[in-house]
């Protein structure tokens, strides 16, 4: 698993299941601002269905990665919203299609880092910091800085999956920008319990993203180690 996601970029889904997966967020959050909670329900449950339609594909190390992925968004979409209060989502719930919803974002991002040039994330990596740092000069957006130097640590423990966290910086601007404006969900301009501000959305908001795909290359790799440690020992156990 970790030599999937942790040290180098993982193949992604095919051109068609990317298509697919696009189509998903773009018709689904469109549909989710015109109806109620059992509307949203059933949404959810479509939006299931699609991840698992295109795990079929994936290769069982990336599929058990995706599935931290899907653990690790869940409790930080229950910190960040409904406990921090971050951002709040239409109907102040949780939506049962976000937590699917990142696994697909993160397998869009692996598909795109595949074809991404170094030079091309260098080039998306520093156009952020020139915005973090003047969005935090001008006062317009505070909470962007201290978000890119969380993308910076990311980036300068794991540098090969630096393609990663461009990619999935990019793609979660576009879903960020496309979510707020039809008014799925909405960024508090004042971030609770600090001085910081941001915007809605922040534009360095792809930086939570790129935490995830770290957050969820260093859970492989201690799962990894784990369950190496525990097969060496197995077989150990079995030669004598």
Partial sequence: MSSVIASRPASGVPA???????????????????????GQTALSAAVWLVLFYVLRR???????????CLAIATTGELILSLGWGLYTY???????????????????????????????AYA??????????????????TLGLAL??????????????????????VLSLALELYGTWLG????????PATELVTTNPPAVAGAFYCILDAAVASVSMLLARH??????????SHSV
């Fill in 227 to 236: 369950w190496l440690r525990a097969d060496r020992s197995f077989q150990r």
């Fill in 16 to 38: 068609a299941d990317m298509l697919v997966i696009v189509a998903t967020f773009a018709i689904g959050l469109f549909v989710d601002v015109r109806t109620d909670i059992a």
């Fill in 58 to 68: 994936v290769a069982d190390e990336e599929r058990h990665a995706l599935m931290i």
């Fill in 90 to 120: 239409r109907l102040g719930n949780i939506p049962l299609f976000v937590p699917p919803g990142h696994v697909l974002l993160v397998l869009l991002g692996l598909s795109l880092a595949r074809v991404m040039a170094q030079a091309v």
């Fill in 184 to 191: 799925n969900w909405n960024w508090a301009r004042h971030v």
């Fill in 124 to 141: 998306i990596l520093g156009c952020a910091a020139l915005y973090s740092l003047a969005a935090a000069v001008t006062g317009v957006d």
């Fill in 148 to 169: 890119f130097l969380a993308l910076v640590v990311s980036a300068l423990a794991m540098p090969s999956q630096r393609p990663l966290y461009a990619s999935t910086f």
